[in-house]
């Protein structure tokens, strides 16, 4: 039952898209400046940005080659091609 409690308590926190936000040009905008410069350089190797997950770290951008191979990038602007994330 305890645990019930917690995973009502996750729930509460997911927000949804709705509307316009599901539009792809929306993700643009939640990145920083630095991310936005640096997403543009990888995307002239083919990575696509597929969603932004924002923590009390600060932001950080997830884009995916069409290969599935994911790149991140911090809220400084700075990229890694091999992160250690899974994505489903």
């Given amino acids: ?37 640096s997403a543009q350089s990888l995307t002239k190797y083919g990575y696509e940005l597929r969603f932004t997950r924002f923590s009390s770290k600060g932001s950080t951008a997830v884009l995916v080659l069409k290969n599935g191979t994911a790149a991140t990038i911090t809220a400084d602007g700075d990229i890694n091609t091999t992160p250690d994330i899974q994505i489903r």
């Avoid at 997911?14 to 990145?31: F, I």
């Fill in 1 to 37: 039952m305890e645990n019930k409690i917690n995973r009502n308590d996750l729930i509460e926190r997911r927000h949804y898209c709705v509307g316009d936000e599901s539009d792809p040009k929306s993700d643009w905008t939640k990145l920083t400046l630095a991310q936005r410069f």
